[in-house]
């Protein structure tokens, strides 16, 4: 079982940037897939950006050349730097970890003011 905790977000306003973390209790390790989700008010939840378990990474066209995903340790199993940040990044963003299952974090809360 692994538990999902995220940190950072915030409020922050347009062109500005914020850091998210995900800690991981439970097994966690470099050849799990880990990602970001965000999901904004009225809308469905989308792929920001992931690490598959070869190393790759993706991200999406909303946010190519301003966020970058990185994998940490066992613990701290995933980042996200959120760079030149836009009002239309506001979202609930959710970790996302697959072992032989699959595990969300609960989210943080980014708000990008105009």
């Known amino acids: 079982q692994v538990r999902l905790v995220e940190s950072g977000g915030g409020l922050v306003q347009a062109g500005g940037s914020l850091s998210l973390s995900c800690a991981a209790s439970g097994s966690v390790n470099s050849r799990n897939t880990v990602a970001w989700y965000r999901q904004a008010p009225g809308k469905q939840r989308e792929l920001v950006a992931s690490?598959?378990?070869?190393?790759?990474?993706y991200y999406a066209d909303s946010v190519k050349g301003r966020f970058t995903i990185s994998r940490g340790d066992a613990k701290n199993v995933v980042s996200l730097q959120m760079n030149t940040l836009k009002p239309e990044d506001t979202a609930v963003y959710y970790c996302?970890?697959?072992?032989?299952?699959?595990?969300w974090g609960q989210g943080p809360q980014v708000t990008v003011s105009s």
């Open positions: 690490i598959s378990s070869v190393g790759t990474t």
């Open positions: 996302y970890v697959r072992t032989f299952n699959t595990y």
